[in-house]
């Protein structure tokens, strides 16, 4: 029921004990454990289904693992990131819940499933950074060096191992400072795109690359209509999910009015544009 009325309605929790559960064995949830369990499933396998992911058994196995709290074996967390970024794209296109809530949700079921104590990073949703885009960063961008994003998530905690970074984020539940070596700046959307100054004073810094990873949807197109905010700018822009069509040509067309070579490498999970200046014009 909660699950269907999150699908039309904001749901929050209240941080306050309203009533309080007395737990004996000959209770229902005690003395039918087992079937409560096989039905409880069965809700779980519903929900999933709503996404139409596509999952093969193994994938489903994990994602049940995740719901009902228990601990990932090492060898299953990086599926179980890939199931859950899965999820997130496809609700992205049906909008079976609010993106932003389930991103939060999704990243409390892998922080509970405590791995992340063991060194891995949790990069769900947001600008989840592969590993080739990570590469090619390094073997042209000297470490230390200054990055500015245009939305922030979990995949800033990447960056920031090798850089600094600003990030420009319109959402407030995002725009937090992950580290000493990150400024985050809160830019609300006005007229359908980053509030101008934000942006404005972050490029003063002169970055080494800038990555296009927001705002969401299709406000990202309207970085167009800001075109002059980039004019004087010559530096690498990266730009996420090329595998969407508006994205694509949205960093075609950018990169075709700027004088910048587009190169579209394609990840594990995506793919994303490398704009380079272009050094014959």
């Known amino acids: 029921m909660l699950a269907r009325c999150a ?37 779980r396998l519903k929900q999933l289904a709503l996404f139409k992911p596509n999952f093969t058994t193994a994938d489903t196995a994990i994602y049940l693992k995740l719901t009902k709290n228990q601990l990932l074996l090492p ?26 809530k389930l991103h939060y949700f999704f990243t409390a079921l892998l922080s509970r499933s405590r791995l992340e104590q063991k060194g891995q990073n949790i990069a769900l949703g947001g600008f989840a950074i592969e590993e080739n885009i990570v590469t090619r960063l390094l073997e042209k961008i000297p470490q230390g060096s200054l990055l500015v994003e245009l939305g922030s998530g979990f995949g800033t905690n990447i960056l920031l191992k090798y850089y600094k970074v600003i990030s ?60 002059s905010l980039f004019a004087s700018v010559e530096c690498t822009f990266i ?4 595998d969407r069509d508006l994205d694509y040509t949205t960093a075609r067309d950018f990169c075709k009015r700027l004088g910048y070579n587009l190169t579209v490498l394609k990840g594990e999970m995506k793919k994303t544009g490398w704009c380079e200046k272009n050094t014959a014009n």
């Open 7 to 43: 699908q039309k309605f904001p749901i929050n929790i209240i941080p306050k004990k309203l009533v309080y559960y007395r737990k004996h064995e000959s209770q229902i949830s005690s003395a039918k454990y087992t079937q409560q369990a096989y039905y409880a499933d069965r809700v």
């Open 75 to 100: 060898e299953e967390f990086d599926a179980a990131l890939c199931c859950l970024n899965k999820l997130l794209k496809r609700n992205e296109k049906l909008r079976l819940f609010r993106q932003e």
């Open 168 to 227: 420009i984020e319109h959402n407030l539940f995002y725009a937090i400072q992950r580290s000493p070596d990150h400024v985050c700046i809160h830019a609300p959307i006005q007229s359908g795109w980053y509030q101008p100054e934000p942006v404005i004073n972050a490029l003063q810094h002169n970055p080494a690359a800038i990555l296009v990873d927001g705002p969401p949807g299709e406000l990202r197109r309207n970085i167009l209509e800001n075109l």
């Open 239 to 242: 730009f996420d999910d090329l």
